[in-house]
């Protein structure tokens, strides 16, 4: 089994900042892309910013200049650094990761969701 367990959400005033972790656990072989997803109501999932092993990454344009994505290969860890919040980013926001867990003699890739962090961003 694996797990991804997001933190860092929270209520912050226009301009202010966060920080968004999500940790990968359980029975991992390893992790390829990560990724953070962001959902507003009403509104359908979107992607935010996505880093690669090899640390290529990828953001929405709405976002670009003010979050940034890193990752802790070793800790199987992503983050998501967001500054100049504005009241349109509220959401909750959800981890991504593809995790390979191994079955038999072979390793299986699959796509996991962690249960999503709430930001609000007050004018």
């Known amino acids: 089994q694996v797990q991804l367990v997001e933190s860092g959400g929270g209520l912050v005033q226009a301009g202010g900042s966060l920080r968004l972790a999500c940790a990968a656990s359980?029975?991992?072989?390893?992790?390829?892309?990560m990724g953070w997803y962001r959902q507003a109501p009403g509104k359908q999932r979107e992607l935010v910013a996505s880093a690669s092993v090899g640390g290529r990454t990828n953001y929405a344009d709405s976002v670009k200049g003010r979050f940034t994505i890193s990752r802790d290969n070793a800790k199987n860890t992503v983050y998501l650094q967001v500054n100049a919040l504005k009241p349109e980013d509220t959401a909750v926001y959800y981890c991504?990761?593809?995790?390979?867990?191994?079955?038999?003699?072979?390793?299986?890739?699959?796509?996991?969701w962690g249960q999503g962090t709430q930001v609000t961003v007050s004018s």
């Open positions: 991504n990761a593809r995790v390979g867990t191994i079955s038999g003699v072979s390793v299986t890739w699959n796509d996991y």
């Open positions: 359980g029975s991992i072989f390893g992790v390829d892309a």
